[in-house]
């Protein structure tokens, strides 16, 4: 962070890097630094608690998500300074200031305070005077083309009229206001009231304008105003926030069912703009015009700019809140949210702010006193305060509609609604701390079994339901769903559409999780309640899960449609023709095989026969170890002898995600609809933690490999990671497992890879070819970082190692065979192949390749000589100091 500026290079000063807005502007300019001509950014700091002013830019700015897309190494662009806006010469050192004051050829200004409520000597201090700090070193920039300063859209009093990019009158001189400030000469109520602003940051920020104009001198200067600042719309991802000022703070008090009732008017317009866009617009005027040449240019070189929506594109109050309610009432973070009543200060408010804040706040803080839990009785008091500044602080914003008329409208094309759910999302993500992407599966029995009393099969329904409900918690204790995954499915699934629910099916558990998801949460997916189940044979059989399915009314088919009988071709009609949605447990060929298989076609050419048109929503399970075969056993809740309770939990963590909503009808190619269904499945498979530890664990230590970096570059790629929930026995059975069932839910994330790697390896390229689909097969990410090419050649090396090794193994099996020109039976049992499912891949290799000739009875001719068969086991076997196309990739 040491790099210095030519004199032909732009050197941009930012301060208030710490900041929401901050973050964003410098993530957008090292972002988009190739666009504009600027060589580093200068960041003035305060080094607050730390020692090191670059130990709090490590900890409290790179450290954040706000950053996490951008290339490695991003921070050399950025030189840290220890500064202080509010001391003389910004706080800089005599040799920095002369440097800084060298080099810089744009200011940017997001310093300042961001309360409302600060007291009014305080507001001035970081949003006027630190401006004017600033102003003078800006004045001694030789260089120097332009100084923006971050103001507020609410600088102007609020009127019914039109609000123009103009500075808006003070009663007085600010040069005199700001001397009764820092002089106490007048009360800070009285300065609000005469200039008819409603809180102290907007007042100094309408101070910091005139002072900041008036004694601009030969500086030119922007002043973006931006109205409420949310969550970012796209950049550097939807939904990034790390502010709970202002309406953020609103939106978690209802969120979390604090807040019930609102001074407010339903029918105003908030105004909210996302801090990407802002951000945008900070950089584009920062570069917007050359230098000046003369102080005769400085009055057509300054400017305001409005950062707003504008009312055409504003929020209601009333929908805003509306949208609010429904969101947390689906995401559950806190208590179920509610409003209650929006308007004047009149009976009904007090009304209902007594019913709704006031007496439960009474009653719930006599019983924490009663039961001498003093600190609980402080947090109810804390939860009032926060209540009661609410209604205290957004009077002023929530009655009043603010007609700002922008030079440049910059929001045009959000869509108010998508956006909304974004910030909701990114305010229960970064602000709650409860990740919409793994939500714990927890939901009150009366819930459930209220459900269940209205589904088909009443009291069935409910005793089924809570035995199904009592197994699983018994193999899993920690079960979590991608809510996020779901409602972006429903989104894209046309109103009023049948539903074909599709679980992954890598074991039999997965669809009776997926059914257990969808009894505890049936407002995951509107309409799904009481679902008819189609199954395949196989699970009739199956010890539990076929007496609970039969139970569940499940239409039970064959897997091909030509065996159906003439009952269970009329079940299958009613049930496909009905009107609610189907749960289907389908078998592919090597099911339970932790691997992803296209689901078998017959029934869904029976779903195409009927008028109907579907949509399909594949759903995906992923768990630390694979579910033991009884786990449903006639011993495991569904009568006959218990399991040992060793086995309880026994799954570790269970995680579900929902695919892509894909419709399909008769015209649809079922060969492609399989394969997409397989490639959703895979795509949305999970990682854990406790797996990618057991792997690593396995490496020699000289690979470098560790989790750490093993999970970044698998969610660098667009994969998932979620944190294990081990016991010690489970933690043992996971290092037990072979290497195939540790990796088989990410190794595809590095197809690509390994196929540029090693392009001639006839085992790599075969396997990948059976276990690869479209919708999974990652791209290349898009940053690479040089450093980690050796640590990604070893991976590649160690995903694939074992795999080449069982191609190796069958093919030198084959080869030993004696009676080399009469049918022989081939056992692959015998190859010693850590995974058979890789050695009847490798028997297929073999196969296409005409090395091996089948009969159609289980027996093959051996039809390659022995140079054929050792040629391919040369080209199979893997070396990891082989050469690699990877290093070439970078340039």
Known sequence: MSVLCSESDHCI????????????????????????????????????????????????????????????GWEKKVRVVAGDLTQHKCGLGLATYESVAQETTHIVNCAGAVKFDLPLEEAVTSNTTAALKLLDLAKDCPRLQRMVCLSSAYVTPWTPKPMREVLSPLPRRATDMLKDVQKSRIPSETLLESAGLPNTFTLSKSMMEHLVMERRENVSVTLIRPSFVSASHNDP???????????????????????????????AILDIIPVDILSEQIVEETFKSKRRDSAESVESHSSIVYAVTGKKYGYHVRGLLGQLVEYFSSHHVGSSPSIAFVGDRNYSYHYHDYLKHELPSKISRKWYQLCGEAEKSQQIDFMDRTVQSINEIFPYFTHHTFDFRPGVEVTQDLDPHEYLDTVFRGVQRHLMGSDPTQVPLTRRMSQSASWLRKAEGGLAWENTGHILRTRLLKVSCNITFDQESFDLAIEETPQNARLVIIPSHTSYLDPMMVYHLLLEKPELIPGIRSPRIIASNQFADKPGIGWWLSSMSAVFLPLGRSDLQADQDDQFRTAITSDKPLLLFLEGKG??????IPPREGILRGLQEASDRF???????????????????????????????????????????????????????????????????QACATATTGQLKAFTDRLPPATGLDVAWLRAAIENRGGMVVESSLSDQTEKELRKLPTHRLIHNWQHLFFVESLLQRPE????????????????????????????????????????????????????????????????????????????????????CLVTEDYVLPDGDGGYMISASDEELDAFVMASRLEESGASELMELDS
């Open 761 to 844: 390896n006839p085992a790599i390229g075969h396997f990948i070819e059976e276990n690869s689909f479209a919708d999974a097969m990652a791209p290349l990410p898009l940053t690479r970082d040089s450093r980690d090419q050796e640590r990604l050649e070893r991976l590649l090396y160690h995903i694939f190692e074992p795999i080449c090794a069982d191609y190796v193994k069958v093919a030198e099996y084959i080869k030993g065979l004696q009676k080399r020109s009469e049918w022989v039976a081939i056992d692959l049992m015998k190859t010693g192949c850590e995974d058979y499912l890789t050695a009847q891949s490798a028997l297929r």
């Open 615 to 681: 949509v399909v929503l594949p759903i995906s399970v992923s768990s630390d170890l694979p579910p033991p075969e009884n786990a449903f056993s006639l011993g495991s809740g569904f009568g006959g002898p218990n399991r040992s309770p060793s086995s309880y939990g026994q799954l570790g963590k269970v995680h579900i995600r929902c695919g892509e909503a894909m419709p399909f009808d008769a015209s649809t190619d079922t060969d492609s609809l399989r394969a997409w269904i397989s490639g959703q499945l």
């Open 13 to 72: 000063l930012l301060t208030g890097g710490a900041g929401f807005i901050g973050k964003a502007v410098l993530e957008t300019l090292v972002r988009r630094w190739k666009e504009w001509p600027f060589t580093k950014v200068t960041l003035l700091l305060r080094k607050g608690e730390y020692e090191d002013v670059n130990a709090r830019f490590e900890k409290e700015i790179a450290a954040s998500p706000c950053f996490s897309l951008l290339e490695g």
């Open 591 to 596: 099911f339970r095989s932790q691997r992803f």
């Open 237 to 267: 991802f939807p939904g990034w926030i790390d502010s709970r000022s202002a309406l953020s703070g609103l939106m978690i008090t209802v969120g979390v069912g604090l807040l019930h009732v609102l001074d407010g008017n339903p029918e």
